[in-house]
């Protein structure tokens, strides 16, 4: 099973060009971030303790 998934989906897009794989990877980041905010909480919570010297927006920025 897990061949058919690398002959269907993996090896189409090894075939790109880097320009082509970069929007891609643009296209699913803004995904990630805008639709799907995986673990936002746990990241935001993560980085203020690691850098409490940090204002909110500087680390709305990092967690970016």
């Known amino acids: 099973m897990a061949q058919i998934g690398y002959y269907v989906f993996a ?3 090894s075939w790109l060009p880097l320009p082509v794989l970069y929007l891609f990877t643009d296209f699913f980041y803004l995904i ?3 639709v799907a905010p ?3 909480a ?3 919570e993560n980085l203020e303790r690691s ?3 940090k204002n909110k927006s500087e680390i709305d920025k990092l967690r970016r």
């Open 11 to 13: 090896l189409p897009f």
């Open 32 to 34: 990630i971030i805008s």
């Open 38 to 40: 995986y673990r936002k």
């Open 42 to 44: 746990v990241i935001t």
């Open 51 to 53: 850098f409490p010297d």
